[in-house]
Every structure is written in structure tokens, then in C-alpha cells.
């Protein structure tokens, strides 16, 4: 089946331009030609939509484990007097996963870029399940001393390579398997959608686990059991290495030919550090967006809108299951007003909505649970739309030889920075009766961020096609255009 071409009709974002004359070196990326990659689709669309989403699903399940059991970790891992500071170094450690991402973003999407998006998956997922494994395991500070805060640390930076490597795997495989008319709706389904769903297999083993070891049993154990969930992400891994085929814009299909390698500094010389400069602005607000409403949803049901844990087990859950459903409208969305629109108009709403939500949820107060329900599914649908089209975005600046790269290390150095948000608002709170304050505060002010830069940034919906970078000619006005 034909991929219709694609012409665009400005300058096509993330491309730095031809060089003049013979080539010196690869500080540029060279001009490509049409391969047979660019015109098919995958073999296995379906299988390779399934372990995108589940990947990115497993991702981000690991992750929110350690927000469910803040509590019991930092009595166990971090135990301190305050119980601000011992709930902040949580987030701490949450904080070294976060600042790890980039790192592993760059590793790994190398090796996608180079290697291939499968290869790469196969490694992160198994990494990504084994660590999260291995931080039920750590034993407590009465037991071992200050060598258990070490031991989860080193866990977490660990962690926090190979889930920088998620990003460099699932979503461009995702997209790069499936036709130009569904990856709107795809990159909601991956980026925002799988983050949901994520969360909502968290909810339901933070629910079935909290049920078999209740009260002092969950302090002690049940959260433990929680991180040993963590393997079935690692059972991904041999999934993907079974059933999913390569990605036919990177191996070029039938006729086998993979894109030329282009090195790392491309991202860094040119247009490309102006392109990778906003598009972490972009991702940066969209992230704190993220984690001042979902990643904080559990803390700040637990302790400073407390409510029971049965309700806000399923207050988690349904607000985990509306994040799908935002997630994939707003990525359809992205398809019919473009990337950029659909994000703006989000982000222009939340500048508004977000502190004013969260202002009323900590004012109704734990005994109000079915209007902290309803607010708190409002607050998520609003954050996690906005960034849904975020990935597609990120992937449609880069071309597909620099993609997993370009897309890995723009979304998590913008996540980095937006994922250090809570930590701040802890930090910056002298007790617990002043986080929702804070809270207010860094909301607007992420909202701010991610409005400001996308008004910076162009449309990319339909300026590249996936499989190969465009031609450069020029026009009749003298300047350039980019023709697929």
C-alpha cells in the first residue's frame, strides 16, 4: 500500500541546510534520496501499535509506582522527622530517574538510529522491568543504614537510562509503522494515552496489592510487591523481539536499505540547536503540566487532601482511564487543526483552568469525595491534552535518521525539567497547609512556558514525510522550499 508524497510548503523544521559544495564532514545532515521505506507500511501495524503502547504504558507504570508508595518509601528508604523532607527526597530519587532520562535518550537513540527501533526496544524494556524489580528488594535504613538510600538511588539512575530510551523506541516505531492520516491519533494513544493506561494498571495493583497486605502489612511489604510488578514490563521485551517487525522508514523495506548514519552533533550545529532549543521548551512545559497534575494526583490525595485509601485508589483509576480518553481525541484533533493549534489552544485554556482546579480541590477537602472526583478528572483531561500531539510534533522536526535522537533527547530534556517541578513545590513549602499555594504558582508558570514557545514554533502536520529527509530546491523567490 502507497504512502501518498507529501510537499511542503516552508522550510521544513529541524533540517539544517545543504551544505555548499562536497561534504567535509557530517556536521550537517546530508541530503537523502526516496527510498522504498518512505512508501510502506509495516508488516505487523498491529503488533507494532500494541508493544508501542504497552511499552510506553510499562513506562510509565514503573515510574508511578514510586509516587503510590511515597509514603511507606520514605519511612522505609529516607526516614527523617519531617515528614515534608522525608515525602521531598522521594521525589528526590524521583528526580535522579528524571535527570537520568537524557542521558539514556541519547544511548539509546543512538543505537535506534543506528541499530534500528526493535533492537532498541528489546534492551530498555528488560532493563526497564529489571530495575524496577530490583528497588523491592533494597532493604531498609534500620536494617543496612545509610547504604539503603544508596542502593535505591543507584536503582533509580539505572531506571532512568533505559526509560530515557523508551521514548527513542516506542513512539517512533509506533508512528513509523502506520499511515500519515493516524499518527495524530497515535502519538496521543502512545504519549499522553499510554501514560494513562500506565497509571490505570498502577491504580489496580496499588488497589489489589493495598487488599492482601492492608494497614502495618503494606508499610512493611506491600510495597515492595509493587515494584516486583515491574517484571512484566521486562516480558515486553520478548514480545517485541517475537512479534514486531522492524520499522519500514528505518530498514527501508523490501529493498533493505537503512538511512545513511548521521552523528549526534547534527543535533547540536546549525538550525538544529534553534530547533532542539524550543522544541525542550515545548516538551519542558508540557512535562510540568504533566507532573504538577498526574504525577502529583497521589501525594496530594494522600497527604494534602487526604482521603481514604479505597477512594483514592479509584479516584486514581477513573482519572487514569479519562487521561485515554483526552489523550486520543486530542491526537485526532492534532489531525484535522494541526500540532501546533491543538497544543496552543490547550495550553492558553490551562494558564487558567489548571490553578483554579487544583485551588478547588484542595478547598473541597477529603470528605467531598465525589466533587474531588469530578475536579480532579477535569485537571488530568486538561494537562495530558495538552502535550497528547507533543510526540508526533517532536518526531515530524527530525528526519527519520536522526529521529529516535531528536524526538528522545527533546522530550526528556523538557520532562527533566518539568519532572523537577514537584520536588521545587515540596521544597519550597515550610509544611504541608503551603504546597497548594506553591502549587497554583508553578502551574501558571509551566502553563506560561509551554504557551510562550509554541508561539515560536511552526505547524509541522504534513511538512516532512516519514522515511527520508525532503529535497531542497529552490523557488522563484530565491529562497528554499522542501519538496517530498
Same mark, same amino acid.
Given at each position: ?35 522504498? %521505506? ?20 510499562? @513506562?510509565?507504570? @514503573? ?24 515525602? #521531598? ?102 504519549? %499522553? ?27 512493611? /511489604?506491600? /510495597? ?20 514486531? @517487525?522492524?520499522?519500514?522508514?528505518? @530498514? ?13 552533533? #547534527? ?143 527533546? /522530550? ?20 504541608? #497547609? ?51
Amino acid at each position: 500500500m502507497l504512502v501518498p508524497p507529501l510537499v511542503a510548503d516552508r522550510d521544513a523544521p529541524g533540517f539544517p541546510p545543504k551544505p555548499r559544495g562536497p561534504p567535509t564532514s557530517h556536521s550537517d545532515i546530508e541530503e537523502s534520496t526516496l527510498t522504498p %521505506a518512505a512508501q510502506e507500511y509495516s508488516k505487523s501495524p498491529r503488533a507494532a501499535i500494541f508493544a508501542s503502547v504497552a511499552g510506553w504504558s510499562f @513506562d510509565l507504570f @514503573d515510574l508511578f509506582l514510586l509516587l503510590y508508595v511515597a509514603g511507606p518509601v520514605s519511612k522505609s528508604i529516607f526516614p527523617t522527622s519531617n515528614p515534608t523532607l522525608g515525602i #521531598a527526597a522521594v521525589f528526590g530519587s524521583f528526580a535522579v530517574t528524571v535527570i537520568m532520562r537524557p542521558v539514556g535518550a541519547a544511548v539509546f537513540g543512538e543505537v535506534a538510529d543506528r541499530r534500528g527501533r526493535k533492537k532498541a526496544m528489546v534492551v530498555v524494556m528488560g532493563g526497564v522491568g529489571l530495575t524496577t524489580a530490583a528497588m523491592g528488594l533494597v532493604p531498609s535504613y534500620a536494617v543496612v543504614g545509610v547504604l539503603a538510600p544508596v542502593l535505591f538511588l543507584t536503582l533509580r539512575v539505572a531506571q532512568g537510562l533505559f526509560v530515557g530510551g523508551v521514548t527513542a523506541t516506542t513512539h517512533t516505531l509506533g508512528t513509523e509503522s502506520i499511515g500519515p492520516r493516524r499518527r495524530g491519533l497515535m502519538s496521543g494513544l502512545i504519549g %499522553a494515552g499510554g501514560a494513562g493506561l500506565g497509571a490505570a494498571l498502577a491504580s489496580v495493583a496499588y488497589i489489589a496489592v493495598s487488599a492482601v497486605f492492608p494497614g502495618p502489612a503494606f508499610e512493611e /511489604w506491600g /510495597w515492595r510487591v509493587l515494584f516486583f510488578c515491574g517484571l512484566a514490563g521486562a516480558l515486553l521485551s520478548l514480545f517485541v523481539s517475537r512479534k514486531v @517487525d522492524e520499522s519500514p522508514a528505518w @530498514d527501508g523495506g523490501e529493498a533493505g536499505r537503512a538511512p545513511e548514519p548521521v552523528p549526534f552533533r #547534527a543535533l547540536l550545529r546549525g538550525t538544529g540547536k534553534k530547533v532542539l532549543a524550543l522544541n525542550i521548551a515545548v516538551a519542558a512545559g508540557g512535562g510540568a503540566q504533566y507532573y504538577l497534575t498526574s504525577g502529583f494526583l497521589p501525594t496530594l490525595l494522600s497527604e494534602i487532601v487526604p482521603v481514604g485509601e479505597s477512594l483514592r485508589g479509584t479516584i486514581l483509576l477513573v482519572c487514569s482511564l479519562a487521561v485515554v480518553v483526552a489523550a486520543i481525541g486530542a491526537g485526532e484533533l492534532s489531525e484535522r487543526l494541526g500540532r501546533r493549534r491543538t497544543m496552543l489552544g490547550f495550553g492558553l485554556c490551562n494558564l487558567v483552568a489548571l490553578p483554579t482546579v487544583v485551588w478547588a480541590i484542595t478547598g473541597a477537602g477529603g470528605e467531598r469525595g465525589a466533587t474531588v472526583t469530578v475536579l480532579c478528572v477535569i485537571m488530568v483531561m486538561l494537562s495530558n491534552a495538552a502535550y497528547a500531539p507533543l510526540m508526533i510534533f517532536l518526531n515530524e522536526r527530525y528526519p527519520t535518521e536522526l529521529r529516535a535522537r531528536g524526538t528522545a533527547v527533546s /522530550w526528556n530534556m523538557g520532562f527533566m525539567l518539568g519532572g523537577l517541578t514537584p520536588t521545587f513545590v515540596t521544597l519550597l513549602s515550610p509544611d504541608l #497547609a503551603h504546597v497548594p499555594s506553591r502549587l497554583v504558582f508553578f502551574l501558571a508558570g509551566s502553563s506560561l512556558v509551554f504557551v510562550v514557545a509554541l508561539i515560536a514554533v511552526p505547524e509541522t502536520r504534513g511538512s516532512v514525510s516519514f522515511g527520508r529527509r525532503p529535497e531542497r530546491v529552490g523557488n522563484r523567490d530565491g529562497g528554499t522550499v522542501d519538496r517530498v
